[in-house]
Every structure is written in C-alpha cells, then in structure tokens.
C-alpha cells in the first residue's frame, strides 16, 4: 500500500519526538516508553523538501502509520 | 564439575564475557511517598513501609531530576504510594518538563479531580495512568479496601482522556479477576484508554506475602492470554490503536525474566527517603543502597557499591556462570533469588536450572488448591506495615 502524499501526519497526542543529547539523536517519547529514531527518520526535520529523502521517510509513514505513532488528517 | 559458589578458578573467569559498558539511567522512578489511601494486597512497596524515614523536600527531588536528566534521563515516572498526596506535585511535574523529561503519573485515581487534572496539563504533564483493581465494582473496592474507589476511577478516567491525556489503565491481574479478563479489556476500550497494562501479580513486597492467595493456576493464565489475543486480533483488524499488554507471572516459565534489562543498566528508582536502588523491589536486600541527600545522581549511576553490585558477569556463581544464556537473562531477578533462596548472587529460582526451582513448583502446586477469599489477604496498610516491621 502506498503512502497518500496528500496527507498531513501529526505525532499522535501524547507523542513527543525530540533530541536527547546524551544519546546524540533524536528519540519518539510516549507513555512510559521511547523509540530511538535512525538519521533518516531526523533528516526531514532538517532538510525538508530535498527529493532523495522522500523515498525514506514514506518508508517510515508508512512504519509509523501501522505503529500508530502518529495520526493522518 | 564446579560446585556453587563465587570463587572459581582463573580459567573459567576467563571465558566470561567482558562487563558491559555502563548504559544510560533512562528511567527514572520517582517514589514520592509511601502514603497512600488505598490498601491494595499486592503492593510492591516494602513490608515496614510504615517505618521508613522522612520524605525527600520539593527542592531534593528538583536536584534530582535536573542531575538525572543530565545524565540522559528521559522517561520520569511519578509514583509511590500514591503520588497525589504530595502537595508539591504540580510543581515537580513543571520543573521536570522544562528539564525536558517525559512525565508520567502512575496513580490510582483516588484523591484525583478534574481540576488537578488541569493544573498538571498547564504544569506540562505528558501522561496519566489510573490503576484499576477490577472490572466490577465491588471486587475492586474490595481489593482496594475503599467503597468509592471504582466509580471515582471511572470518572477521572473520562476526564483524563477529555482534558487530551493519553491514558494507560493498569489492571493487575490474579487469581480473583484474571477469569473476567473480557470484561477488564472491555472496559478499557470504552474507557478509551491509549494502553492497556494486563499485569499479572509478581510476587514482591505485599504480593510475595499473600502469593498464596494471589497466584493464578496454569490454567487461568492460559485462558486469560487466549482472551487477550483474540482482543489483540481484533483491535487490529479494526485499525485501532489501543494495545494490549500481558504481563505473565514468571513463575510459569521455565527461564527466567532479564529484570530491569540487567541491573543497572537502564533504570533508577528514587524512594520517598532518597534510597536510590536499581529496581523499585531492591531495598529490601542486603546490598548497602546510597542516598541522593548524600550523593551526586553521577556517584549514585556509576561509582555507588549498590548499582555496581550485580552489573557484568564476574558476581555469577554457577549455574549461571557458564550458562550460554546469562547474556540474554542476566540469572533473572536478584531480588527474587533473595527472596526465595537466601542468596542474592543465586540463579532466580523460575529458571529450570537453579537448584531451588521446586519452590516455584511447590508455588504452581499450591495455586491448584488455593482456598483463600480476598477478605483473608493482608491488606497493605500502616497497621499491618508496623506489625510485620515488629516481627
């Protein structure tokens, strides 16, 4: 299944993505838990709108879809 | 063949695997206060709660958070007891956000209001877990050892979600509630709730006291995990978000639980007197613990004797010693094996391995027969704490 570009994700309520110096990346904060996020996943944050990456973070819309990590509207 | 014991020779320390490198306190248990109004039969909370000493001020736990969160702290929980009876409460949860950490409250709902619940929303607090005792009111409020405790949890549970909360509810789980475990689950999902903890008694403080009439027979534990898969296949056929967690009490396994990810390894608990331990059921080991009012959070994590005291390999005696499966369990829960054995260093006995394993096979025997009511559990209260702190 392929990701609908047209929509817009949020982190779902309670989600908090940030950085965490002392583990140098960033990391998804939710209810008594913590995911660690890979470069690519931190790189829109950084670089939004450079084509090569669109490829990437689909990919993980589509992790973070089926996660529930975040919410589409 | 090597007998038990901790002195071994060159040559089998030898092939120990190196000792990990130390990792980050990534979780940091805030026990604020062993208060509580409710007198739950399973508590985790230490036996002699009732003798321990004076809470730690505002200004303590403010140093130390902001000191654990420098060392990478990012999961904060605020528990206890029940954490709502600090009156300082708001203020911790706002201090602890600006530093940056993911605040959680784990209460039982008793002493909450919508009001509170708003104040800690601006305070800037992340999330809220409500405990339940059961699905029906009236074996909730009998665990619970309160007549209104079921109908104020429902109500503070729709107020958390209303005021935009993600909610976990927490159900511990035993022989008394685990048969109605559809209804427990459907009540979480009419409750809204993000996450479900389905988490059966582990046997630590008043729970280990009351194992007798706690624990679930093999055959109750089956069902109840059928049940909760076939919740789990729907909730996701439907695309719903709400997840199910099942705790199973280790004592019907055959090999035992890699406890806290390894002692020292993740995870810090604060007790309400300032005892920094490595897992909340730690204190009542014989393993001197330090105390943030006389130590850097820094000295505590790396250098204290407590946290270094089970951390690599070379503490193991056998069987976990040359056991191929140490690096994935860590020989379990120290606490466990002192509890149910004498000895701290001792595989936990849940492992198949361990010498002492017919006491957790005598354990299963004995839930077969049970006959205990709830009524004749011992009730964690001050009373009972000063009684048994007596001997």
Redesign the interface.
């Known amino acids: 299944m392929s990701f609908d570009r047209s929509k817009t994700p949020t982190w779902r309520t309670g989600y908090r993505y940030q950085y965490e110096p002392a583990q140098k990346g960033h990391v998804l904060l939710y209810p008594e838990g913590m995911i660690k996020l890979n470069e690519s996943a931190a790189l829109d944050a950084q670089f939004p709108g450079v084509p090569e990456l669109a490829e990437d973070i689909e990919q993980f819309m589509e992790v973070a879809r089926a996660q529930h990590w975040i919410d589409l509207a | 063949m090597l007998s038990t014991g901790s002195t071994l020779p060159d040559s089998v320390s030898d092939k120990l695997p190196p000792k990990p490198e130390i990792g980050?306190p990534?979780w940091l248990l805030a026990e604020l206060t062993y208060r509580c109004p409710l007198q739950c039969p399973y508590c985790s909370n230490p036996l002699d709660f009732a003798e321990q000493g004076k809470e730690l001020s505002t200004e303590q736990w403010i140093k130390v958070f902001r000191e654990a969160r420098e060392?990478?702290a990012?999961?904060l929980?605020f528990s206890g007891g029940e954490p709502l009876v600090r009156q300082d409460l708001a203020e911790l949860i706002a201090e602890a956000r600006k530093l940056?950490f993911?605040t959680?409250l784990i209460t039982s709902g008793i002493g909450l209001t919508e009001q509170k619940i708003s104040d800690f929303k601006k305070a800037g607090l992340?999330?809220i877990?409500i405990s339940f005792q059961a699905s029906d009111e009236q074996v909730n409020n009998l665990l619970a050892g309160s007549k209104k405790a079921f109908a104020q949890k429902l109500e503070m549970a729709r107020a958390v979600k209303a005021h935009?909360?993600?909610?976990?509810l927490n159900f511990v789980t035993h022989r008394h509630n685990i048969d109605k475990i559809d209804r427990i689950i459907e009540l979480c999902i009419a409750l809204e709730a993000?996450?479900v903890e389905l988490a059966t008694c582990q046997f630590y403080g008043w729970a280990q006291l009351n194992r007798v009439g706690l624990l679930p027979t093999k055959e109750q534990l089956v069902n109840a995990e059928r049940v909760t898969n076939e919740y789990r296949a729907k909730l996701e056929a439907e695309g719903h978000?709400c997840?199910l967690i099942f705790v199973t009490p280790d004592y019907y396994e055959e090999r035992p639980k890699a406890c806290m990810n390894g002692w020292g390894s993740i995870f810090l608990t604060v007790t309400p007197d300032g005892t920094a331990l490595p897992c909340h059921g730690a204190r009542q080991m014989p393993v001197q613990f330090p105390n943030v009012r006389d130590h850097s959070m820094q000295h505590i994590w790396y250098d204290s004797f407590g946290f270094n005291r089970f951390r690599g390999y070379d503490w193991m005696p056998e069987p976990c010693r040359s056991c191929d499966e140490k690096e994935k369990d860590f020989g379990g829960c120290r606490c466990q094996a002192f509890m149910l054995t004498g000895d701290a260093s001792n595989a936990d006995p849940v492992c198949s391995k361990s010498e002492h394993h017919g006491v957790i096979l005598k354990a299963r025997e004995e839930a077969e027969h049970a006959t205990q009511t709830i009524e004749q559990l011992a009730f964690r209260n001050e009373r009972n704490s000063r009684l048994i702190a007596k001997g």
């Open positions: 980050l990534l060392m990478g990012a999961q929980g940056g993911y959680n992340d999330h877990q935009g909360y993600p909610m976990v993000d996450f978000p997840k």
